[in-house]
T-cell receptor, first 112, second 113 residues
Framework: KQEVTQIPAALSVPEGENLVLNCSFT??????LQWFRQDPGKGLTSLLL?????REQTSGRLNASLDKSSGRSTLYIAASQPGDSATYLC???????????FGSGTRLSIRP | DTEVTQTPKHLVMGMTNKKSLKCEQH?????MYWYKQKAKKPPELMFV???????INESVPSRFSPECPNSSLLNLHLHALQPEDSALYLC????????????FGPGTRLLVL
């Protein structure tokens, strides 16, 4: 069974710290992996997408990595800010037929 | 324009009502998706349309009926829903099915009484 897991479920850090969010997946035949952020009651905002042939992607203070062999992806956030507080979700796509499986998310709180 | 719009923002309906959710994008994307998200849970994929054809139906009950009238529009017709169908319904689109970044709309929050 294809599953995507995110640990921890919640994380609180002081402003300015660098942090890493974790995502693991059971089936390494992943097509791509996306990281999203979701603010309470809102839709999802795509942060980074890593194709299965890639190892990492960067956008501003964000860096996402993908290791298919170990079934892991990480999202690194540098110099965290209170505005980064949100729920972060990773999602794996299996096959070009668009089967997309989300992790349960990590609720991130940045303390001023 | 990188926006996906959804209407209405909120919807309250009785179990005997018929209503529709609407999603629109003008990015030229050819894949569109419906997701259901319950409180404090991740989104669950319901339907995928690729080039206006239904390509995935994740065993969704027939009281949910999707429709893709053209490449910019996606509807979700609702009939005889149950209270447990109350959720945030999210629409998304991508250039092609699942191979590229998905752009999400803000969602329709549905309450079934």
């Amino acid at each position: 069974k294809q599953e995507v897991t995110q640990i921890p479920a919640a994380l609180s850090v002081p402003e300015g710290e660098n942090l890493v969010l974790n995502c693991s997946f059971t089936d390494s035949a992943i097509y791509n992996l996306q990281w999203f952020r979701q603010d309470p009651g809102k839709g999802l905002t795509s942060l980074l997408l890593i194709q299965s042939s890639q190892r990492e992607q960067t956008s501003g203070r964000l860096n996402a990595s993908l290791d298919k062999s170990s079934g892991r992806s990480t999202l690194y956030i540098a110099a965290s800010q209170p505005g980064d507080s949100a729920t972060y979700l990773c999602a794996g796509t299996y096959s070009s037929a668009s089967k997309i499986i989300f992790g349960s998310g990590t609720r991130l709180s940045i303390r001023p | 324009d990188t926006e996906v719009t959804q209407t209405p923002k909120h919807l309250v309906m009785g179990m005997t009502n018929k209503k529709s959710l609407k999603c629109e994008q003008h990015m030229g994307h050819r894949a569109m998706y419906w997701y259901k998200q319950k409180a404090k849970k991740p989104p669950e994929l319901m339907f995928v349309y690729s080039y206006e054809k239904l390509s995935i139906n994740e065993s969704v009950p027939s009281r949910f009926s999707p429709e893709c009238p053209n490449s910019s529009l996606l509807n979700l017709h609702l009939h005889a829903l149950q209270p447990e169908d109350s959720a945030l319904y999210l629409c998304a689109s991508s250039q092609r099915a699942a191979q590229e970044t998905q752009y999400f709309g803000p969602g329709t929050r549905l309450l079934v009484l």
